[in-house]
C-alpha cells in the first residue's frame, strides 16, 4: 500500500513538474538566456526521458593520520579539507539556519519547490528587480553530486552548464532523490558536500575554519553566519573581505528564522547587535605542515603509501586516492616512545649542529615502527628539511654502519653451522685475501683493530662482544662475502647506494669482491638496521617495516590487509637466538650457556647499557674508518632501537663523538621499555654454541 502511494506520488510530481518546466523554466531560472518556446517545449519534451537514478558519488575527503592512540592527529592530507560528520555531530541550530538560507520550504516540498518556481518567475519579469532562483536544498545537493561525480570534461560542463536541460535534469532527479532519502539524509549530505569558503569544504571544515570548533558546538550566532555563505561562499566570506557582507547576510537568514519560528525577534535580535566572533582556523595539509615532533615518521609514512600498489597503480593516483578517500589511518607510532625518543635525541645535540643524530623504535615480530627520532626540524621552512634523515632513499641511501654489519657475517655462519666458540687468531692486523690497498704496504685489503687488546685468541662471542676488526675479516673469508650480504638482506638491510649495489654484484661473482663488507662500509638507514636487529630480536623471523595499525575508508570500514604484517622466516630460530646470545657481549650481559663475552684483557663496547637497562638486552656498537659514522644498536626481544650520528652532507666529516649512539639508544630504552612486559632471550642450542662434539 505504501509502495503504491509513492509509486503515485512520485508520477504527479515528474507530470507537475515536466508541465511548469516548459512553461516556466527556463525563465524563472535563467531570464538572461532568452529561451523560445521553441527551446522550452525541446526542453519539457525531454524531461521524462532522463534517467531517474542518481548515481551519488562520495564527494572527497581529507584522509588523517593518527598516532597509535587513535586521537593524536599527525597529519591531514586533502585537495579539499572535507571531513563528513553525521546529523546528530551537527547542532540543531545549524541545521534550522541552513534551512532559513536556502530553501524555507524544504520539509515541504517533494525535491522540486513550484511554489518558488512561480514566485521567482515573476520576481525575474519585473524591470529592475534582482534575479532570484529557485533550486532546492535537494536541488543544490544533486548540483554539487553531478559536479563531483564527473568523470568527463564532458559530464562536467552537463553539471555546471547554465542551461534549462541543466536544471531539467536537476529537477528529475531530485524528486527521485527525495523518494530514496529521506529529508535528515538530504540535509546531512548537503551540509556536508557544501563549500563554505576560508576552506572550508563541508560543515565540518567550515565550523573549524571560522571558529575553531566542531558543528556540534556551534551557536545561533555562528551558525547563521556560516549557512549565509553557501549562496556566496567568496563573496560573504568575512577573513578575506569586508565583515560588512557576511554581516547582512548572517542578519537575513536570523529574519527567516523568524519567520519560520525556529527563533524569536529577541534572540535574532540579540545576535544582530553582536560581532562575527570569528575564530578562524587555518587548514594546512601534508606533514610538512601537520605536527612537526612526527615529521620524519609522517614523510616516511607518506613514502610508504606512494609506493603502494594497493593505493593504485601509479605514483599519482595513491597520492590522489589519500588526498581523497576520506581515510581515517591509525597509525604503529607510539605517543610516549616518540616523546622519549626527541627528548634524548635533542637533549644530546642540538638542530644546529652540522652532525645529525636520531634514533629508530621498531617492534620485533610485527616490523611496525614505534619511533623515529632526529635532531632536526621536519618541513620546507628556512633551517628544515624533508630528506628521509632515517628512513632512506635512492638519494639518501643512509650512511656507513661500521661494526654493526659484523652481525650479518656471523648469521651466515651461523647458518653454516659455525658456532659461537668457533676460536681464529686475532692479530692487530690482519692482511686478507681482498684486493685493496694496505697502510704497511701491499696490494691487500688489511684492517686493523681499534686496540691491540684485542689480540689473541677469540670467539665468535668475545669478537663480537669486543668488536674484533680482524676475527671477522678472517670469518668472513671462510663464509664468503656473498653469504654475508644474503644474511643481511634477508634480515633487513636494503642496499639503495649506486656503488654499493655494483660492489654487491661483483660480490656475487668473485670471492675476493668487497672485503670490507663485513666492516659496514655500506651505507644503510637507521630504520633499515633496527628493522634487521629486529629480526634478530624476534627469532629470525622478518617483518617488512609497517606504518600503520588499522587503516578504516570514510563510511567506517576496514581496508582488508593493508595494516596487517607482512613476515617470513629469515633464517632459523636457531641461529637467531645464537645471534643474540653472542649480541648480549658488547652490553656487559653474559652468555646465556657460560661462553666468555670477551677474551683476557678484553672489554665489551657498550657496556653501560647492560648496566642501566635492568632486563634482558642485546646490541652492537658500529664506528666507521676516521670515525666518519658512529652506531649502536640495542633490542630485546620486544623492542629494537638503532642509533646513529653522521654528517648527512659531508659523509668524511668526523663524529665529535662516537659513544653518542650507544646514549641515545641506551637511554631511550631505558625510558621506554617500563611499558613493555619484561622478556627473555632464548638461548642458543648446544650445537650452535659449542658445535659437534
Same mark, same amino acid.
Given at each position: 500500500m505504501e509502495k503504491t502511494r509513492r509509486s503515485r506520488h512520485l508520477l504527479a510530481s515528474l507530470v507537475l513538474c515536466g508541465l511548469l518546466a516548459g512553461v516556466v523554466l527556463a525563465a524563472a531560472a535563467f531570464p538572461a538566456a532568452g529561451f523560445t518556446g521553441l527551446a522550452a517545449k525541446s526542453a519539457s519534451d525531454s524531461f521524462s526521458d532522463l534517467p531517474a537514478d542518481l548515481e551519488l558519488p562520495p564527494a572527497p575527503q581529507a584522509s588523517t593520520l593518527y598516532a597509535s592512540d587513535g586521537t593524536t592527529e599527525i597529519a591531514e592530507f586533502y585537495d579539499e579539507n572535507r571531513r563528513n560528520v553525521s546529523l546528530d555531530q551537527i547542532s540543531p541550530v545549524m541545521r534550522q539556519a541552513m534551512v532559513a538560507a536556502e530553501d524555507n520550504r524544504f520539509y515541504e516540498h517533494q525535491g522540486v519547490d513550484l511554489k518558488g518556481i512561480v514566485r521567482a518567475f515573476v520576481n525575474n519579469q519585473k524591470v529592475g528587480s534582482s534575479t532570484q532562483g529557485a533550486s532546492t536544498l535537494t536541488q543544490q545537493y544533486v548540483r554539487a553530486s553531478l559536479r563531483y561525480g564527473a *568523470?568527463? /570534461?564532458?559530464?562536467? &560542463?552537463? #553539471?555546471?552548464?547554465? $542551461?534549462?536541460?541543466?536544471?531539467?535534469?536537476?529537477?528529475? +532527479?531530485?524528486?527521485?532523490?527525495?523518494?530514496? =532519502?529521506?529529508?535528515?539524509?538530504?540535509?546531512?549530505?548537503y551540509l556536508n558536500i557544501t563549500y563554505f569558503g576560508n576552506g572550508g569544504y563541508g560543515i565540518y571544515a567550515a565550523s573549524q575554519a571560522y571558529f575553531s570548533k566542531p558543528p556540534s558546538e556551534l551557536t545561533l550566532a555562528e551558525a547563521t553566519m556560516i549557512a549565509g555563505l553557501a549562496q556566496n561562499p567568496t563573496q560573504y566570506n568575512p577573513v578575506e573581505n569586508d565583515h560588512k557582507f557576511a554581516i547582512d547576510r548572517r542578519d537575513y537568514v536570523l529574519n527567516q528564522m523568524v519567520k519560520l519560528k525556529y527563533v524569536t525577534r529577541a534572540q535574532a535580535d540579540a545576535?544582530? *547587535? !553582536?560581532? =562575527?566572533? =570569528?575564530? /578562524?582556523?587555518?587548514?594546512?595539509?601534508?606533514?610538512?605542515?601537520? *605536527?612537526?615532533? +612526527?615529521?620524519?615518521?609522517?614523510?616516511?609514512? =607518506?613514502?610508504?603509501?606512494?609506493?603502494?600498489?594497493?593505493?593504485?597503480?601509479? *605514483?599519482?593516483? &595513491?597520492?590522489?586516492n589519500l588526498r581523497k578517500g576520506g581515510y !581515517?589511518?591509525?597509525?604503529?607510532?607510539?605517543?610516549?616512545?616518540?616523546? @622519549?625518543? %626527541?627528548?634524548?635525541?635533542?637533549? $644530546?645535540?642540538?638542530?644546529?649542529?652540522r652532525f645529525a643524530t636520531g634514533v629508530v623504535l621498531v617492534e620485533p615480530g610485527t616490523g611496525r615502527v614505534k619511533a623515529m627520532a632526529v635532531n632536526r626540524k621536519y618541513g620546507i621552512a628556512s633551517g628544515a628539511t624533508v630528506v628521509p634523515l632515517l628512513s632512506g632513499s635512492a638519494i639518501s641511501p643512509g650512511y656507513q654502519a661500521g661494526s654493526t654489519f659484523k652481525m650479518f657475517t656471523a648469521i651466515a655462519a651461523l647458518q653454516k653451522g659455525i658456532p659461537l666458540n668457533h676460536e681464529l687468531y686475532s692479530p692487530d692486523r690482519y692482511v686478507s685475501q681482498y684486493p685493496g690497498e694496505c697502510a704497511i704496504g701491499g696490494d691487500r685489503y688489511c684492517p686493523k683493530n681499534a686496540s691491540p687488546k684485542m689480540t689473541g685468541d677469540q670467539t665468535m662471542s668475545s669478537a663480537f662482544g669486543e668488536s674484533a676488526n680482524t676475527y671477522f675479516i678472517q670469518l668472513e673469508q671462510e663464509v664468503s662475502v656473498k653469504s654475508a650480504i644474503a644474511a643481511a638482506e634477508s634480515a633487513g638491510v636494503v642496499l639503495r647506494g649506486s656503488q654499493d649495489n655494483q660492489l654487491k654484484e661483483a660480490a656475487q661473482k668473485s670471492p675476493t669482491a668487497w672485503g670490507s663488507f663485513t666492516l659496514g662500509t655500506a651505507q644503510v638507514s637507521p630504520l633499515d638496521m633496527a628493522n634487521a636487529y629486529a629480526t634478530v630480536a624476534a627469532r629470525g623471523t622478518y617483518c617488512e617495516p609497517l606504518p600503520l595499525t588499522s587503516i578504516s575508508d570514510q563510511g567506517g570500514k576496514q581496508v582488508a590487509s593493508v595494516a596487517d604484517t607482512t613476515c617470513r622466516q629469515a633464517f632459523? /630460530?636457531?641461529? #637467531?637466538? @645464537?645471534? #643474540?646470545?653472542? #649480541?648480549?657481549?658488547?652490553?656487559?650481559? %653474559? !652468555? %646465556?650457556?657460560?661462553?666468555?663475552?670477551?677474551?683476557?684483557?678484553?672489554? /665489551? $663496547?657498550? @657496556?653501560?647499557?647492560?648496566?642501566a637497562i635492568d632486563r634482558p638486552v642485546a646490541g652492537k656498537t658500529g664506528t666507521t674508518d676516521d670515525n666518519n659514522a658512529a652506531w649502536f644498536i640495542g633490542f630485546t626481544p620486544n623492542l629494537a632501537a638503532a642509533s646513529f650520528l653522521a654528517n648527512p652532507d659531508k659523509y668524511d666529516d668526523e663524529v665529535p663523538d662516537t659513544k653518542t649512539p650507544i646514549n641515545v639508544a641506551r637511554d631511550t630504552l631505558a625510558a621506554v621499555l617500563p611499558s613493555l612486559p619484561t622478556e627473555s632471550f632464548t638461548a642458543p642450542s648446544p650445537t650452535l654454541a659449542f658445535g659437534t662434539r
Amino acid at each position: 500500500m505504501e509502495k503504491t502511494r509513492r509509486s503515485r506520488h512520485l508520477l504527479a510530481s515528474l507530470v507537475l513538474c515536466g508541465l511548469l518546466a516548459g512553461v516556466v523554466l527556463a525563465a524563472a531560472a535563467f531570464p538572461a538566456a532568452g529561451f523560445t518556446g521553441l527551446a522550452a517545449k525541446s526542453a519539457s519534451d525531454s524531461f521524462s526521458d532522463l534517467p531517474a537514478d542518481l548515481e551519488l558519488p562520495p564527494a572527497p575527503q581529507a584522509s588523517t593520520l593518527y598516532a597509535s592512540d587513535g586521537t593524536t592527529e599527525i597529519a591531514e592530507f586533502y585537495d579539499e579539507n572535507r571531513r563528513n560528520v553525521s546529523l546528530d555531530q551537527i547542532s540543531p541550530v545549524m541545521r534550522q539556519a541552513m534551512v532559513a538560507a536556502e530553501d524555507n520550504r524544504f520539509y515541504e516540498h517533494q525535491g522540486v519547490d513550484l511554489k518558488g518556481i512561480v514566485r521567482a518567475f515573476v520576481n525575474n519579469q519585473k524591470v529592475g528587480s534582482s534575479t532570484q532562483g529557485a533550486s532546492t536544498l535537494t536541488q543544490q545537493y544533486v548540483r554539487a553530486s553531478l559536479r563531483y561525480g564527473a *568523470t568527463t /570534461p564532458e559530464e562536467e &560542463r552537463l #553539471a555546471t552548464e547554465d $542551461t534549462a536541460g541543466r536544471k531539467l535534469r536537476e529537477i528529475r +532527479y531530485a524528486v527521485a532523490l527525495e523518494h530514496e =532519502l529521506d529529508k535528515d539524509q538530504i540535509l546531512e549530505n548537503y551540509l556536508n558536500i557544501t563549500y563554505f569558503g576560508n576552506g572550508g569544504y563541508g560543515i565540518y571544515a567550515a565550523s573549524q575554519a571560522y571558529f575553531s570548533k566542531p558543528p556540534s558546538e556551534l551557536t545561533l550566532a555562528e551558525a547563521t553566519m556560516i549557512a549565509g555563505l553557501a549562496q556566496n561562499p567568496t563573496q560573504y566570506n568575512p577573513v578575506e573581505n569586508d565583515h560588512k557582507f557576511a554581516i547582512d547576510r548572517r542578519d537575513y537568514v536570523l529574519n527567516q528564522m523568524v519567520k519560520l519560528k525556529y527563533v524569536t525577534r529577541a534572540q535574532a535580535d540579540a545576535v544582530s *547587535t !553582536s560581532d =562575527l566572533g =570569528l575564530k /578562524p582556523k587555518s587548514s594546512a595539509q601534508s606533514c610538512e605542515n601537520g *605536527t612537526t615532533a +612526527y615529521g620524519f615518521f609522517c614523510g616516511w609514512f =607518506l613514502d610508504w603509501w606512494k609506493a603502494n600498489p594497493v593505493f593504485g597503480s601509479t *605514483t599519482a593516483e &595513491r597520492v590522489d586516492n589519500l588526498r581523497k578517500g576520506g581515510y !581515517s589511518i591509525v597509525s604503529s607510532l607510539d605517543v610516549d616512545m616518540q616523546k @622519549a625518543a %626527541q627528548q634524548q635525541v635533542d637533549d $644530546t645535540l642540538g638542530a644546529e649542529s652540522r652532525f645529525a643524530t636520531g634514533v629508530v623504535l621498531v617492534e620485533p615480530g610485527t616490523g611496525r615502527v614505534k619511533a623515529m627520532a632526529v635532531n632536526r626540524k621536519y618541513g620546507i621552512a628556512s633551517g628544515a628539511t624533508v630528506v628521509p634523515l632515517l628512513s632512506g632513499s635512492a638519494i639518501s641511501p643512509g650512511y656507513q654502519a661500521g661494526s654493526t654489519f659484523k652481525m650479518f657475517t656471523a648469521i651466515a655462519a651461523l647458518q653454516k653451522g659455525i658456532p659461537l666458540n668457533h676460536e681464529l687468531y686475532s692479530p692487530d692486523r690482519y692482511v686478507s685475501q681482498y684486493p685493496g690497498e694496505c697502510a704497511i704496504g701491499g696490494d691487500r685489503y688489511c684492517p686493523k683493530n681499534a686496540s691491540p687488546k684485542m689480540t689473541g685468541d677469540q670467539t665468535m662471542s668475545s669478537a663480537f662482544g669486543e668488536s674484533a676488526n680482524t676475527y671477522f675479516i678472517q670469518l668472513e673469508q671462510e663464509v664468503s662475502v656473498k653469504s654475508a650480504i644474503a644474511a643481511a638482506e634477508s634480515a633487513g638491510v636494503v642496499l639503495r647506494g649506486s656503488q654499493d649495489n655494483q660492489l654487491k654484484e661483483a660480490a656475487q661473482k668473485s670471492p675476493t669482491a668487497w672485503g670490507s663488507f663485513t666492516l659496514g662500509t655500506a651505507q644503510v638507514s637507521p630504520l633499515d638496521m633496527a628493522n634487521a636487529y629486529a629480526t634478530v630480536a624476534a627469532r629470525g623471523t622478518y617483518c617488512e617495516p609497517l606504518p600503520l595499525t588499522s587503516i578504516s575508508d570514510q563510511g567506517g570500514k576496514q581496508v582488508a590487509s593493508v595494516a596487517d604484517t607482512t613476515c617470513r622466516q629469515a633464517f632459523s /630460530p636457531e641461529v #637467531a637466538d @645464537a645471534a #643474540a646470545d653472542m #649480541a648480549r657481549c658488547p652490553v656487559g650481559e %653474559q !652468555s %646465556q650457556v657460560g661462553i666468555a663475552c670477551s677474551h683476557p684483557g678484553g672489554n /665489551p $663496547t657498550a @657496556a653501560s647499557v647492560g648496566a642501566a637497562i635492568d632486563r634482558p638486552v642485546a646490541g652492537k656498537t658500529g664506528t666507521t674508518d676516521d670515525n666518519n659514522a658512529a652506531w649502536f644498536i640495542g633490542f630485546t626481544p620486544n623492542l629494537a632501537a638503532a642509533s646513529f650520528l653522521a654528517n648527512p652532507d659531508k659523509y668524511d666529516d668526523e663524529v665529535p663523538d662516537t659513544k653518542t649512539p650507544i646514549n641515545v639508544a641506551r637511554d631511550t630504552l631505558a625510558a621506554v621499555l617500563p611499558s613493555l612486559p619484561t622478556e627473555s632471550f632464548t638461548a642458543p642450542s648446544p650445537t650452535l654454541a659449542f658445535g659437534t662434539r
